[in-house]
């Protein structure tokens, strides 16, 4: 029997990357998976079928839903859908973000409307998908949400003000709801992964060049680095840990 035999999770930002490890990983422990994103493209809407596809070929259970997360029409569908394909929502991986492309820059040439979308997507979205899930998982009487934060927020990486700012945001709500979903036994935690070899850090830059030397474990991180924290604070083992973040990343950063 796995871990999360039975239980119901939703990932966001699913359609590749950490969304699909995640997916694909919950569901080996026998989560039943809501995969969703949002479809800008065919591509993105090909990956989210792979996503599921990879679950189903594995004996699993997944859907798949376009989701815009900072639309409340949309967050609202997602959980409901959740709830009349599967009968409830256990867990949420709040994994969706704005980085795909991102260029750095000083942050005095950052344009607005960039920074207006890197908060609404990694902030605004995480916090409409949260209140979305938050009366199922008050009715059960139990939840896990999971925030996908990062070490940016722990070194400054310059550059990035308006990424690190974000995470940053994520941390901080991930603190301040943990005290008010606390008494409804919801625990809700942040991982703070590392750089991560992904197609979306692979438009960040060069990852063959990426300076390791100072990760003591000596190699960028990969994707199913990740995976184990997250089951990990996704189930039982973790019911007595709220408000907390912790970084996968090889120890680049001591925290």
Not at 89 to 96: C, G, H, K, R, T
Not at 144 to 160: C, M, Q, R
Request: aromatic share 8%; glycine share 10%; with cysteine.
């Amino acid at each position: 029997m796995g871990v999360l035999d039975g239980r119901v999770v939703i990932v966001t930002g699913a359609g590749r990357g950490l969304g699909r490890s995640f997916s694909v990983a919950l569901a080996e422990k026998g989560a039943r998976v809501l995969a969703v994103t949002l479809v800008e493209t065919r591509v993105d809407m090909e990956g989210l079928k792979e996503t599921v596809k990879l679950i189903r070929d594995k004996g699993g259970m997944a859907e798949f839903m376009k989701v815009d997360v900072t639309n409340p029409e949309d967050v609202k569908s997602m959980a409901s859908n959740a709830v009349s394909i599967f009968g409830g929502i256990d867990i949420l991986v709040n994994n969706a973000a704005y980085y795909y492309g991102v260029k750095r820059r000083p942050f005095y040439e950052i344009e607005e409307k960039e920074w207006d979308k890197m908060m609404t997507v990694n902030v605004k979205g995480t916090w409409m998908c949260i209140k979305a899930v938050f009366p199922y998982m008050k009715e059960k009487g139990k939840g896990k949400i999971v925030n996908l934060a990062s070490e940016v927020f722990f070194t400054g990486s310059g550059g990035f003000a308006h990424y690190v700012s974000s995470k940053g945001a994520v941390i901080g709500l991930t603190r301040a709801l943990s005290a008010e979903l606390g008494p409804y036994n919801i625990c809700i935690n942040a991982v703070a992964p590392g750089f991560t070899n992904t197609e979306a850090s692979a438009t960040i830059t060069n990852l063959s060049k990426y300076d390791v030397s100072r990760t003591p474990l000596k190699r960028l991180g990969k994707p199913e680095d990740l995976t184990g924290a997250v089951a990990f604070l996704c189930s039982d083992e973790a019911d007595f840990i709220t408000g907390q973040t912790i970084l996968v990343d090889g120890g680049r950063v001591v925290h």
